[in-house]
């Protein structure tokens, strides 16, 4: 599932692509159940048509276009979606085609185009901009809100490490309240907004904490650090447009998947995978106290 970084960078580039174009035709699938769930596309016609970007917006896992008009339109990616944007006065490089999992294309890239089967939205912009969201599995979702922030989706999640994140302090005051393990409180997403899997098992890693601890039971210095690996961990994905390639050599995160049971860190030291808050934990015994 995308996660915050992921989702910021689809943000960012929807922000550096789309702001300023109108909004010409919505085209989807009238029968389309999923996407539309929680907004019917005749409601996204009505809003989206004739509408102008004026910016984006995001918390957590959940991004936004403002318009200038409301209502608005909030998405997720749920656990496969990604975003397309056809810029028409540039050719795209194979880079930008997939720059921070946002897929570019221009119009001398037909066959980029074509490979686009799992569109369930596409907005048509003026000048020839185009966006299309992309969903292979049906997971992903939108809404329509008058009030982003009052939006239950929204007005539910808590600290944003890009945003709002707490001080030590804070942070330190949330944790003592809570009785499971720290894997299982980073996926809480009325806590950490937008950490996800992978950005729960790399900021334990960094931080040298057990999965397995309870947050409650965590030591002043251990939740400086932990507070400190949030932001940095975070920063850093999204700081390289949260292209894996480019993350940090040491990162956990290029050899954290497939339950390997040989896989080790780049300094030699044994990954193993447990089931930790419902979800595989990849974490380094000895190493994560």
């Not at 702001?19 to 699938?29: F, L, N, Q, S, Y």
């Not at 029968?31 to 102008?52: C, P, Q, S, T």
Request: hydrophobic content about 40%; charged content about 30%.
């Amino acid at each position: 599932m995308p996660e915050l970084a992921e989702v910021e960078a689809v943000r960012i580039q929807l922000d550096q692509q789309m702001r300023g174009r109108k909004i010409k035709e919505v085209v989807a699938d009238q029968e389309d159940r999923y996407l539309f769930a929680f907004a019917k596309i005749k409601d996204v016609k009505k809003a989206l048509e004739g509408a102008k970007i004026t910016g984006t917006g995001r918390k957590g896992k959940y991004f936004w276009l403002k318009l200038d008009r409301k209502p608005w339109p909030i998405f997720h990616l749920g656990m496969s979606g990604n975003i397309a944007i056809l810029n028409p006065k540039k050719k795209a490089t194979l880079h930008e085609k997939i720059w921070g999992g946002v897929k570019m294309w221009s119009e001398q890239d037909q066959s980029l185009r074509e490979r686009l089967w799992f569109s369930r939205l596409l907005l048509k912009c003026d000048q020839g901009f185009e966006m299309a969201f992309l969903d292979p599995r049906r997971f992903g979702r939108m809404w329509l809100t008058d009030d982003v922030m009052k939006h239950s989706r929204i007005a539910k999640l808590g600290y944003d490490p890009l945003i709002d994140f707490p001080t030590v302090k804070t942070l330190a005051e949330r944790l003592k309240k809570r009785k499971k393990t720290i894997k299982a409180v980073l996926l809480d997403q009325s806590l950490f907004a937008g950490v996800g899997n992978w950005l729960a098992d790399e900021i334990l890693f960094q931080a040298k904490i057990s999965p397995h601890h309870l947050a409650s039971d965590l030591k002043p210095a251990q939740i400086k650090a932990l507070h400190k690996c949030v932001l940095s961990v975070t920063k850093k994905a999204v700081s390289v447009s949260a292209d894996y390639e480019r993350f940090p050599k040491s990162w956990l995160f290029h050899e954290r998947w497939g339950k390997n049971k040989n896989a080790k860190t780049s300094t030699g030291k044994k990954i193993i995978h447990e089931e930790i808050g419902g979800r595989t934990t990849a974490w380094v015994p000895g190493w994560q106290k």
